[in-house]
Structure formats: C-alpha cells, structure tokens
C-alpha cells in the first residue's frame, strides 16, 4: 500500500466511522435541495420540493429510520454558479445526500460533484443523457426521464401520424439538443425528415424571428422542447402568431405541463408525449392527487411526481441500508431491484439507474393533459456507456 492508497483507506475509514457514529447518535439525514426557485424553472422546483415533501410526511417525516433536516440551495438554472452551489451543500453543509436538479446543465456539475466526492444524488427531473451514461454510477440515480425518452416518443408519434417534413425549435442547450436528438432518431426512422433546426439561447423568449422563419417555411408540424416560464410564451406567441391552425404544433410533454392555467386557450387541443398526465387510471395516481390537493391546494404536475419518486427511491435504498448513507453498494443493489410505485405507474431503474417507463400520448383538453393513448411502452433510454 502506498501513502496514497493509506490515506485513501484512511479517509474511507473515517467517514465510515463518522456515518455509523452519527447513526448511533440518531443524528438526523441531511438532504441537500439544489433546485431552481427563482427564473423560468422556479414553478418546477416548487413542484418537485412539494413531492419530496409529501412521500416523507406520509411516512411519519423519516426516512429510512432517520428523521430529515433539510439544506436549501437556489440554483436559478444557472450552470455558471452551479459548482460553487453545490459545494455549499457537500463542504459547507455536509449533506447525505443531494435532491436536484431542473436543468441538465447544473445536473451535470452536480453529479461530477457527487462522483468527486461520493455523495449521493437523486436527479428529480434534468434530463442530461451523460447523467445516466457515462457519469452513472452506485451514487447516482434519476426518478424523472432522460432526455432522449420524451423526445423519442414523441417522433414515434408524429411519424405515425404520416406527418413527413419538422422544423424543431428549442433552446440551445444539452436538454433542447438531446430532445431533438432523441425525436429526430424516431421521426427519420419513421420516414419524416427535418427540414429545420431553430434554437435560441436559454432562457431567452424572443421567439418572434424564429415564428416567422417556421411560417417561411411551411413545413407539415413543428416539434419543440421548452418548459416553464419559456413554455408558457412559447404556446402563446405561436397562437398569437397565427400558426396553430396551419402548422400542427408537438412537443415533449413539459410544454404544456404545470403551464395550462397561464397558457389558456391557446394550449387547446395540443398533442405531447411524456411518462405522466392527468387522466391516468391507477390507484396510486388517484391517493396521490388526492393527496397533493389537500396539502397544497393545487393540481400536482410531472414535476412533482418526479419529486415524490426521488423521495421512494431514497426510502427504497435507505430501508434497505438502515439509514446508513455510506453503503453505497447495499443501496443500489436494493433500488436496482425495486418496482417503484409511483403515480405515472409502476416503474423500474435501469442499469445505469435510468427510469424504464411507458410514455403517454396526451391532448390538452381544457386545464388537462388528457392521456388519449400510450405513445412508447416501457421506453428505456439506449445503453450509454454505463460502466456501473
Ligand atoms: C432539463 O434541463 O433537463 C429540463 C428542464 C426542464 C424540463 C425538462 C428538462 O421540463
């Protein structure tokens, strides 16, 4: 053994001791939040703290044995920031384990952070493929989707319906390029072609020049990836600007979830694909819509399912490991085996700690993403280089 493997040993050794006697003291689990609350995604880090909150207060406030404290950090979606934020988690606060984030950009600083310093981490929605890829490992898990999966389905989708010429438009981005990516790869195959690729920067909402090259273009329907606040104008300015009724609009199911209030009328009618939506006949969805109302006042969204699934999947691993954060090997190999019960329907994590899920077709009918079919039955994201 050299000085530096001995030191190694030693370090491992003493966060062993300090987790096993922190547990022997009933120290309470630390969860670090690092979730967007101000900017275009606020709405969606309210929602998925909201989730988190409700699986633990159903089970009496513990989780895995402990009770919880909570760390919060706001990460305004801003990947410039997002290395020092979530250092103020791991160093400053010395989180269990960290919940977060939104946006694939500060995910995939989170998760390089939680691989230096082997913290664990549950992504509650970024999408970034590489998360679940080549960055996977015993440490690293996601309750929401990978960006290739909403984007996919939904190309089956349009393809199916004979719809042959897209323009995409999204935000440049890792979420907007993989989205595209991923619908581009079910389009093409299903014999359509993409005529256009238009992005801006995010989280810029000047969409006018882009509408008006679409209406240049004529092309059969467009595809798009936007959410939150960018969704909510995104729908409006593509009504206002006349093209709803000439060029069928589709997108990732985020454009219209979380958004209908703001989106009125103008969100009639529209077709998405995602791995949730507000008509779905199971009894898990009925007890926790219920359930959400009642505390919140308000209609849960895919955001906040996502966030009361990365709350089970901590559960799962950590009744498994009695509360013990340290044992990371026990804690995958427990969620690696679970069937998760959430409100989109049963699901399991990949390999790589990806969820397998079906995604559902769905139509905005009234202030509801109506699920008219299912779009990709038990989708799982491709093999990316996941070496466990
Ligand atoms: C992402 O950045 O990965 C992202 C953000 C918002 C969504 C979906 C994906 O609704």
Redo the contacts with the bound molecule.
């Keep these: 053994m050299n000085a530096r493997t001995s030191l190694t040993a030693l370090a491992a050794a003493a966060a062993l001791l300090a987790s096993a006697s922190a547990m022997a003291q009933g120290a309470k689990l630390k969860v670090g939040l690092m979730l967007p609350y101000t900017g275009t ?1 606020a709405a ?1 880090g309210v929602a998925i703290e909201n989730g988190f909150r409700l699986y633990l207060a159903e089970q009496g406030g513990k989780i895995g044995g402990r009770e919880v404290e909570f760390s919060k950090v706001d990460d305004e979606s801003d990947p410039a920031k997002a290395t020092e934020n979530v250092n103020k988690l791991i160093k400053r606060d010395g989180v269990d384990v960290l919940i977060g984030t ?3 950009g500060v995910a995939m600083a989170m998760a390089k952070a939680a691989k230096d310093n082997n913290v664990l981490l549950i992504v509650p ?4 493929d590489a998360v679940t890829g080549p960055m996977c490992g015993n440490n690293i898990y996601r309750s929401s989707f990978s ?1 290739w999966q909403p984007g996919y389905a939904t190309g089956e989708v349009m393809a199916k319906k004979g719809i042959k010429k897209a323009v995409t438009i999204t935000w440049k981005y890792a ?1 907007g390029d993989e989205s595209v990516k991923g619908f581009k790869e079910a389009f093409e195959k299903g014999g359509g072609s993409v005529v256009k690729e238009l992005t801006l920067p995010f989280p810029n909402v000047e969409f006018q020049a882009l509408l008006t090259e679409i209406a240049a273009i004529k092309p059969d329907a467009v595809y798009t990836f936007f ?2 606040g960018g969704a909510v104008k995104f729908v409006k300015d593509y009504d206002a600007a006349g093209l709803k009724k000439s060029i069928p609009l589709y997108g990732s199911g ?1 454009l219209t979830d979380g958004t209908l209030e703001a989106q009125g009328a103008s969100a009639d009618g529209l077709f998405t694909a995602l791995h949730y939506g507000d008509s779905l006949d199971n009894a898990k969805d009925k007890s926790f819509r219920l359930a959400y109302a009642k505390t919140y006042k308000l209609q849960p969204d895919v955001y906040a399912v996502q966030g009361y699934d990365a709350a089970q999947i901590l559960g799962i691993g950590l009744n498994a490991v009695k509360g013990d954060v340290s044992k990371k090997a026990e804690f995958a190999a427990a969620v690696e085996k679970a069937k998760i019960d959430s409100p989109r329907g049963a699901f399991t994590l990949s390999k790589a700690h990806n969820p397998v899920q079906d995604m559902y077709l769905r139509q905005v009918v009234g202030k509801e993403n109506k699920v008219v079919g299912i779009a990709s039955k038990s989708l799982a994201d491709p093999a990316r280089g996941c070496k466990g």
């Design positions: 995604y969606l939104v946006h694939s929605n970024a999408g970034a960006n979420a959410a939150g985020f």
